[in-house]
């Protein structure tokens, strides 16, 4: 049974309180739609002190094709009764008491958030996490010293392919990353270079697929990725990869 | 034992393990995975399919869904399809008339189905032989007077395989074409 405390602890790692020369930053427990946490930044002094957010909502919803020219009338409209006020896309507070911080900054975390997924659903903008840079550090950050990157091998027809990520498996095994976004482009290559390298039977490389879930992909495409290799959602990389070293090499049983 | 080729590896094992493996794949929850769209076979522009991938865990499988429809028939005409490799189980809105093999679970009394049917893995998990799955679903039970609407029979019918309900709107049966 875990204890209340343990609980308290580990509840306690996610929050951050960092100070750069006037301004505190917070990283609270809120999740924006990408699944970036939501930051408020805290300025002042004595006993008054302003939250805000610093546009955290729009860059978290970032690139959207186009923001409406009345950008700060429609947050105010979704933050308007939490009491905050906006300005140039930055949501802020009213000078607040020390007794009073706690609340404000959940109140501020929480209507940055508020507005980030509204946007999403209003604008229908595309979740550009950087999904590459954040699988990249995922990778490093999990494989590090058994991680290759640009990773070359050949296919059938002998051609070089490079594979963005290869990880060092057992008995000198390998397994191979590709990447791909929903694009036309990306998807045939990917198909191109995982077939050619699967048709070469190389009994030492195994050969995974990952895509950012976060885009709207069509299952016809995803069906095409199959052909090469098994094509695994970003979110599930990290448990896919632990499965390929338990299982020796088979992405998933079925 | 027999060679079974699971994700492009080879394993050895006895039909009942590569049944009960198929039985841990029916148990398992899916995610269909993708927008899907209606296409046209080259040689039969009557009938249209799509196909959907599934996943567990965020991890594609040799599993799909596809769907069969025929919007020129003259009656409402659908299939809907669990593919593993091959079918291993399936809804068919039809009014044909079914006959069922005679070795069937005691619990299907009606060796003549008329009318939209479903033939399910574990009534006809039985015709698999040698490690390969039935070449045809030989059994089927009629569908429930309860379940009626494309869209109720497909949710229906991704609730028996354990496969995620999508959003509503995801699919849609295509308008039948009516015959000058």
Known sequence: MITTEEIIQSLTRFTSVKQYQDVIRVSTHCLYPSNGKVSVFIVGGNNSFMVKDEGGALKA??????????????????????????????????????????????????????????????????????????????????????????????????????????????????????????????????????????????????????????????????????????????????EAIQKIERNQGLVNPF | MFLIRISDIYIRMENKDFIQMIDEFMRRPKTLIGWPSWYELPDNIRELRMKIPLAINGITTDGSIVLVAYPYAAEQNYSIMLIYKQCISRIDWDYEEHVNSSDAPESIISLFIDGPHYHSWEDNKRFCRGGLLPERLENARPLSDKIRGFDNVFRWFLGELNVVQPPAGLIELPPRVKLL
């Open chain 1, 61 to 238: 919803i970032y690139p959207l094709a186009e923001l409406p020219k009345n950008i700060d009338k429609r947050i105010f409209n979704i933050i308007r009764n939490y009491g905050l006020q906006v300005k140039n896309g930055n949501i802020y507070s009213r000078l607040v008491t020390k007794e009073q911080l706690p609340a404000t900054i959940l109140l501020v975390a929480n209507a940055s958030k508020e507005v980030a997924d509204q946007f999403v659903g209003k604008f229908n903008s595309k979740l550009k996490r950087n999904f590459r840079d954040e699988l990249a550090k995922l990778l490093d950050g999990q494989f590090h010293n058994r991680l290759h990157r640009d990773f070359q091998s050949i296919g059938q027809s002998n051609k070089l392919h490079k594979f963005a990520y290869a990880i060092d498996l057992f008995d000198e095994r390998k397994l191979l990353i590709n990447t791909v976004v929903n694009d036309p482009n990306s998807i045939n290559a990917c198909v191109v270079s995982t077939l050619d390298v699967k048709q070469a039977n190389h009994s030492h490389l195994n050969q995974m697929i990952i895509y950012d879930e976060g885009e709207n992909w069509r299952s016809e495409s995803i069906s095409l990725l199959q052909i090469g290799a098994p094509v695994v959602a970003y979110s599930h990389c990290r």
